[in-house]
């Protein structure tokens, strides 16, 4: 890690990969701002890691924006996502659609934008992206979380060929299964546990912070722009097979 590097931003700070990845760079000695919408979560978390807390959807950039004003930001975890719906496209609520595209898309590319220039003009700084493998090959009932994160991947890809002699580094992590929260909403009746892990042997948040924690140390001319990490037990992709039945 640069030994410049001194703050970090971390949205979606308060559970899964977020809430790991603080801790994990508050014992490297950077200052924290963690970005999240649950007051009392937030305060927890400061109070255990000494984060700064910042109370904020994120898609609320201005908010953040002005809770950053004049702090210079060397580290961007956009982390925060959400998979509100498992649904074939066609059944899709379309507020859902809106919904995923502004949190795992428009979000990121937002606060990025806002602290950036800051970035190119000090020559120096990290982006880190939280991507999916629903990002890199298709799953079932994915259609508008895939699409808002593959739009992120090449996002990205785009930021690295903008950035060319800046020093300012771009990294996606792309895990497969992790077990988190993301999918609480998704799958009915409280069924995540069941349905997603019990059994299983996923990814842990932990493990996801230890990867971006290796990645911020490697020094500043080494940019590993994209680390694809999945459960042993786990393939891409979603490749099933039904049954033809002649009408």
Do not use: W
């Not at 459960?231 to 097979?241: K, V």
């Amino acid at each position: 890690m640069s030994d410049a590097y001194r703050v970090a931003v971390v949205t979606g700070a308060t559970g899964g990969i977020g809430k790991a990845i603080v801790p994990m760079l508050r014992a490297r000695g950077l200052t924290v701002y963690a970005v999240g919408r649950n007051e009392a979560q937030l305060a927890d978390l400061a109070h255990a890691t000494g984060v700064i807390p910042v109370r904020a959807d994120v898609r609320d950039t201005a908010r953040i924006a002005e809770a950053l004003a004049g702090v210079e930001v060397d580290i961007l975890v956009n982390n925060a996502g959400i998979l509100s719906t498992r649904s074939a496209f066609q059944d899709i609520d379309p507020a859902e659609i809106d919904a995923m595209i502004d949190v795992n898309l428009k979000a990121p590319m937002h606060l990025t934008r806002a602290v950036l220039p800051g970035m190119v003009a000090r020559k120096r700084g990290h982006l880190i992206y939280i991507g999916s493998s629903g990002g890199q090959a298709p799953y079932p009932n994915m259609g508008a979380y895939g699409a808002s994160k593959a739009g992120l991947s090449l996002f990205c890809d785009n930021l690295r060929c903008d950035l060319l002699g800046t020093s300012v580094r771009v990294s996606e992590i792309v895990p497969g299964r992790v077990q988190t929260d993301l999918y609480r909403s998704s799958i009915p009746d409280n069924q995540a546990k069941a349905v997603l892990y019990d059994g299983y042997r996923p990814i842990q948040p932990e493990h996801i912070a230890r990867i971006v924690g290796d990645v911020i140390a490697l020094p500043i001319y080494v940019d590993v722009a994209r680390v694809e990490v999945f459960p042993t037990d786990q393939a891409t992709g979603g490749g099933t097979m039904v049954k033809f039945e002649a009408q």
